[in-house]
């Protein structure tokens, strides 16, 4: 009778856990005590992170499903392992290497021959004796562990070289550097435990402050997942699968998108479109050049060989808006989607992985978005599991 009781309160006492668990699997919203059972459990202060993710969503009008909250652990679990400034192994040495063999190479290609050259050579008689030859900036360089460390020292030596530029050698020069030089050459771009870009947290402030004041603000760990949310997050785009927001978060919003216009258009056009997503060409500032771009060609001869009529002009406004979801809705747009289905007699593809190339010091090797959207879908799913 006694072993009958205590394993009817057994029973009972595992179905009561049984029906919290699936009444909770089951609630669409959840719980900041859910989202900290989701962070991975080596991840140290996990209440404080998922404190700051649920907060972050109401913040941003973001649904907490089980959905949403995995895409943004996925995300920062693959970028910094939750840690809000991660070291980054080698980092010192990497640095050093660059501006060994690339210094010059960088400052032209920011500023151009003009400005670049004389400007690196002055900068590099910077790093090797300033503020002193036995304690150097290239010598403080090679200690760096973070990227916080690497960032908050270029800073200082460009504040010093600002300070002691002459400007006698300089003439033409002297306002330009003293106002841009520093956030222009700058090589830390990404910031935070979501590596964002400082642009575009820059195009996004949610209050005012100067641009070091917001690399600051984006090595706090609240700083850091507001803006990598918001990047991940804030904008619509019909995928059907998560690993293309993932791809997105690597390559450029919209590119999944973009790549699979991109491809239906190699298909109409017997071409051999780059699938990267960009369907304009682009500088260094991500802004859009006046030439042509592939993608535009072949969109030209196409509309031209189907006695389609879209000017040019109609062409690039409607290109224009590639970043955005409104391109869906574009004339150039919906009738590359028209074409295909008549050929074909299927409707295109929404999006297909972008084929682009990940470089950077930060680095051991070359990496493609593939990869890397491959490995967040991994902590994706195992979230999901969880």
Known sequence: MNKLLILGVCFALTACGQSEQQEEQDTPILTQKSIKRLVPTRTVHREAWAEDIYN??????????????????????????????????????????????????????KLGDRFGKPIAQYFNNVLKNQPSVSNSYLKQMHQVKTEKDLDVLYRQIFDDMTKRYHVSLFTNTAKFVGQDIAEK???????????????????????????NQLRDYLYTQYGGLYYGIHRLMMYDASYNKPIYRFADYNSGIYSSRNASFQ???????????????????????????????????????????????????????????????SFESTDTYLTVQKLYKQKTGKSAPYAIMPQVIISGPKLSREYNTNWYATRVNGRYETCMHR
Do not use: W
């Open 56 to 109: 972050i969503m109401d913040e941003l009008k973001i649904e907490r499903n089980k959905q949403n909250v995995c895409s943004i652990i996925a995300i920062v679990d693959q970028e910094s392992n939750f840690v809000a400034n991660p070291q980054v192994p080698g980092l010192g040495a990497k640095a050093v290497k660059e501006v060994n063999t690339r210094l010059e190479e960088k400052f032209t290609d």
């Open 185 to 211: 050459m700058n090589p830390i771009t990404t910031l935070g435990s979501m590596q964002v870009q400082v642009r575009y947290a820059q195009d996004h402030l949610k209050q005012s402050m100067n641009t």
């Open 263 to 325: 491809k239906v258009l190699n298909q109409l056009t017997q071409q051999n479109l780059a699938l990267d997503g960009d369907l304009l060409v682009y500088d260094k500032n991500e802004k859009p050049l006046s030439q042509n771009s592939d993608t535009e060609i072949a969109l030209l001869k196409l509309f031209s060989r189907n006695n389609i009529v879209l000017t040019p002009r109609k062409i690039r406004n409607d290109l224009e808006t590639e970043k955005e979801q």
